[in-house]
């Protein structure tokens, strides 16, 4: 076959393929006889990209009059005319689109929370205009206001060239405005971002041949530089991160910059890629160490971006690796010059001058809130709750006719209406405690059988962000979900509703919308996004003049907060209140720095004794400021929490938060802060409790703030020291680093603490997110999709497009268990994060390994998504061994028996025989199968057989009983 042509040839292989990956064995060998062997590449990571990059095509553009600029920030050019017949006319004018669906890098570049177009692509703007009009220098670029990339839509750019003057010098200008809404209406007009001048210089950089790294440069560490930055409020992701090596000789620098893989790609449509040269200027946030100068103001603790540039020529295009030498020019500029690492010139720059971030504010970077971004409706339509079967747990819903108001726990799809609905404030504690316990039950019923529970909420969660009324048992459901479904993969949907009509009938459409979290408002979709906030200049005395209270006060965490309040904000009254009354030696450091401090001991959830500690803060001193950190934690999973563990987590929180508020709400308070939890957002694994007693307490600033009190909610990510994280175990660590997730040290969490208090949104969540990592994970969770745009693509492996079951059908019994070992050994050390080649013991016990019940659902989540089983939380108790657990998964998986594959024709035969199975088949119709059926056969057999069927129906019947006796040896 391999003789022949190319299609038989393709049929050939993939018949092998297809058995071997069966369980057929192939003689390989006999297929490759005469094959000549090859060398292989010396290089093992030799590679070609084949994914298609996104992009937006311009078109024919000559229909339009336009010329195509073939360049990734510009779309078109409009040579202006001109009679003196000069290269360019008398100018040019070059248009373009920038966004974040067709350039997602530049969302890798945040300053201050918001993505800036960086100042080296408005250098490469510059640079391509002169390319237009036969200009290769960049004689002045100034840059006047940043160019912010929007989250959502875009923004067009124009750059404009006027014609040349007497001394050949022509002047630019580059504008910006943002496109058309969804109703057509032009955004905001044209704004100035630069001004400069073109000249035809003819400058040539002759190659250099020096020395790579200079002799006596002194290599500059770049141990934790990028978080340093983010501290400063430069938030460079993946595509940014490109300063590799800095060296120090005297006052000079020397840097080297590489591309990541995705930009190499496109570096060679670039005069000078942006993202390469703006690393290369990274270099100068970087400390002397020695005592070596400066190079304009590095280490000086501020954020620095370009601002005005002179002389800049690109001599070469198009590279993907810089080496960089920084050297002063004067004042407050350096000089830059750029080889290839073969030392032939890219770019020179007479003159670069940096100016500080306006906007920059420590800790701004890792301020996020949510928001609401509408989603469309599923193109196929949703089953109706009748057609799908589903079963309503509740009060019956509106608009869905013929469902019943009570069903078991059987139905495939199950309707949970959940919340306390408009309760007054005096019942709210009461009424969140019994709905948390009852929804917990059903959740628990739930998980033990195969039905896709769907949550309704009424009012709990506010996508307007308008300010109305939130229901508070409902957002603590919210929380509980939240955690729920990060345990149970695509088990729980949760939605919130208006009420209004046409949101109760698009209900099944917001089932069906693949979001796991929805609100319907007016019958329109919105699905929850991570965005970054802004921040508001604080008053001059946030937190009052008189006295603040601190619950918790007995916590690492509130003395840090204390000690800050004293030290940053001037507060000198303090009452720490905790249930112990405990923090002497605290309070002995806060009356050092000048404070009065008080040790209350109570319980916050305790109203008489609340009340009390209030009453005896002295009047010439009233409180002026809460700040609410009190809190427990008592983890565990979703199938096995009890309800001791929910009420002991629910108290602090959401009855302590609500008596501060009752108790306070009609005094002049200058703040009202409470210690939140970002798992109230994510659904931490493990902490469906705390996860609903702070979304509680988030719902509650937004109550306050819609009653006109002071209110925020800060839901924390983790604290290194001090905060609820602080106890967290190394491999809980790690699994939160391969999640995005880094705690706050204390320096980063108080500055965090200085512009959460301050943003304009409740609930704010500070949290130190690792985009990079988010994006090396593959999936992101759809809370991030609007921070993470473009998950990296993974190239398919040969045993990842086929089922682990079909992998195991024909293998024998020991390599189908030693499959499934390898593939328990892989996840276990995937979640334990161990290093390539960590063997993993067979024989040896999860929990010896080092599993708890967090672990052991990460686990059971990797091996249901490889494998497709429902398994339970508890898999790994249940089969405490790989071992144990690998023969678990054959049995569920196996094939009872061995079977042959099931080839294109063979499926074709299965069909026809259940086709002729079918009743209602003619009698002449089944004749006529038959007679075809006979000839198919007969033309089929081989020649042999053919010889011997007519043989067959030749011989009588004495020749016939002679032919069996000479068999049988008769």
């Known amino acids: 076959v391999l003789r022949r042509d190319r299609d038989e040839v393709t049929t050939a292989l993939t018949a092998l393929a297809t058995l071997h990956v069966n369980g057929v064995p192939v003689n390989w060998p006999t297929l490759y006889e005469g094959v000549q062997p090859v060398e292989l590449p010396t290089y093992a990571f030799q590679r070609q990209r084949y994914w298609i990059t996104a992009t937006r095509g311009v078109g024919d553009l000559s229909a339009a009059g336009l010329d195509a600029a073939d360049h990734p920030l510009l779309g078109a050019v409009v040579p202006l005319p001109g009679g003196d017949g000069l290269a360019g006319g008398d100018g040019a004018v070059l248009t373009g689109r920038l966004s974040l669906r067709t350039q997602p890098w530049l969302g890798d570049h945040v300053v201050a929370g918001a993505a800036l177009l960086p100042g080296t692509a408005l250098l490469e703007l510059a640079v391509q205009a002169g390319y237009q009009v036969g200009c290769d220098t960049v004689e002045e ?11 959502q839509g875009a923004v067009q750019i124009q750059v404009t060239v006027d014609g040349p003057d007497e001394q050949g010098r022509r002047a630019l200008r580059i504008h910006s405005r943002g496109e058309r809404g969804e109703r057509g209406e032009r955004g905001e007009g044209w704004q100035h971002h630069a001004t400069g001048s073109l000249t035809l210089t003819g400058v040539t950089a002759e190659p250099v041949a020096d020395a790579w790294p200079p002799a006596e440069a002194v290599p500059v560490p770049l141990d934790g530089f990028y978080a340093g930055l983010r501290d400063l409020g430069l938030d460079y992701g993946p595509a940014f991160q490109a300063l590799h090596a800095v060296w120090r000789r005297g006052d000079d620098l020397f840097a080297e910059v590489v591309l990541d893989d995705d930009q190499q790609r496109e570096a060679s449509r670039f005069g000078a890629h942006p993202a390469l040269l703006d690393a290369a200027l990274h270099a100068l946030s970087l400390t002397g160490g020695d005592g070596g100068g400066d190079v304009d103001g590095a280490g000086s603790g501020e954020a620095r971006l370009p601002f005005s540039w002179s002389d800049v020529t690109v001599h070469a295009t198009g590279a993907d690796r810089l080496r960089v030498r920084l050297s002063p020019a004067g004042g407050d500029a350096v000089k830059l010059e750029a080889f290839t690492p073969a030392g032939q010139a890219v770019l020179t720059a007479g003159s670069l001058v940096l100016r500080p ?50 069903a078991t726990l059987d139905a495939p799809v199950m309707l949970l209406t959940a919340g306390g609905g408009a309760t007054g404030e005096d019942e709210v504690a009461q009424v969140t405690h019994a709905e948390a316990r009852r929804v917990l039950e059903i959740l628990q019923r739930s998980l033990a059988g195969d039905s896709r529970l769907v949550v309704v909420t009424r009012n709990a969660v506010l996508p307007g962000g308008d300010g109305g009324q939130i229901d508070l048992a409902g957002a603590a459901v919210w929380g509980l979900l939240r955690s729920a479904q990060q345990e149970n993969p695509e088990r729980f949907v949760l939605v919130d509703i208006d009420g209004e009509a046409a949101s109760w009938r698009a209900l099944p459409a917001a089932v069906a919308c693949g979001e796991p979290q929805v609100a319907l408002r007016g019958g329109t979709l919105y699905a929850p996004r991570l965005a ?3 921040t508001a200049e ?13 619950t918790g006060g007995s916590g690492a965490l509130a003395g840090r907060v204390a000690q800050h309040l004293v030290t940053t904000y001037g507060v000198n009254r303090l009452v720490m209140l905790s249930r112990t009354g405990g923090g002497t030696a605290l309070a002995a450091t806060l009356r050092d720095q000048g404070a009065h401090v008080t040790l209350a001991a109570a319980d916050v959830a305790d109203r008489a004794a609340m009340a009390q500690v209030l009453a005896a803060i002295p009047a010439e001193h009233p409180l002026s400021a809460v700040v609410h950190t009190a809190g427990v934690l008592a983890d565990g999973i979703v199938e096995q929490m009890t309800p001791d563990q929910l009420e002991r987590v629910l108290r602090p929180k959401v009855d302590g938060a609500l008596t501060l508020h009752q108790l306070t709400r009609d005094l002049d308070l200058a703040a009202f802060v409470l210690f939140s939890s970002a798992s109230a957002i994510f659904g931490t694994p493990g902490q469906a409790n705390y996860a609903a007693a702070n979304a509680f307490l988030d719902a509650l600033a937004q109550h306050r703030q819609a009653l006109g009190l002071p209110g925020q909610a800060l839901a924390w990510g983790p604290w290194a020291e ?14 939160m680093a391969r999640g995005g997730v880094h705690p706050f040290e204390i320096t980063s969490g108080l500055a965090a603490f200085d512009a959460a208090v301050s943003a304009p949104v409740a609930p704010v969540v500070p949290i130190r997110l690792d985009l990079a990592a988010v994006r090396a994970g593959g999936e992101v969770a759809p809370l991030l999709r609007g921070l993470v745009r473009r998950p990296i693509a993974k190239a398919a492996t040969p045993t990842a497009t086929v089922p682990v079951a079909q992998r195991l059908a024909g293998l024998p019994a020991e390599d189908q268990h030693g499959l499934l070992l390898d593939l328990v050994h892989d996840h276990v050390a995937g979640v334990l994060n161990y290093q390539a080649g960590q063997p993993v013991e067979p024989t040896r016990g999860f929990l010896e390994l080092g599993f708890d019940s967090l672990t052991a ?19 790994i108790f249940d089969y405490p061994t790989p071992e144990d657990l690998a023969g678990h998964l054959r049995e569920q998986l196996a094939p009872a028996a061995p079977t042959l594959p099931v080839l294109p024709a063979l499926a074709e ?3 026809f025989e259940a086709a002729l199975a079918a009743d209602g088949l003619d009698p002449e119709v089944r004749d006529e199968i038959a007679v075809r059926l006979r000839k198919l056969l007969a033309g089929w057999q081989p020649a042999e057989d053919d010889e011997v069927v007519d043989r067959l129906e030749e011989a009588s019947d004495e020749e016939m009983f002679a032919f069996i006796d000479k068999e049988l040896g008769l």
């Open 857 to 875: 659902v990460e686990l059971r989540n990797g091996l249901t998504a490889a494998t497709g089983l429902r398994l339970p939380a508890t898999v």
């Open 538 to 550: 604080p008053a001059a005395a946030p937190f009052g003049t008189g006295t603040v209270l601190i």
């Open 722 to 735: 001090g905060g609820m994280a602080g106890t967290l175990a190394e491999v809980d660590r790690q699994r």
């Open 909 to 911: 035969l299965d069909r």
């Open 532 to 534: 970054r906030t802004g």
């Open 141 to 151: 670029l100034t840059l006047h206001a940043p160019l912010v990339v929007p989250d």
């Open 357 to 406: 971030v306006p906007s920059a504010r420590p800790g701004a970077s890792d301020l996020f809130a949510v928001e609401w971004e509408r989603v469309p409706e599923p193109s196929t339509p949703a089953l109706t709750p009748q057609a799908a079967g589903w079963a309503v747990l509740g009060e019956p819903l509106p608009e869905l006719p013929g469902v019943p108001a009570r």
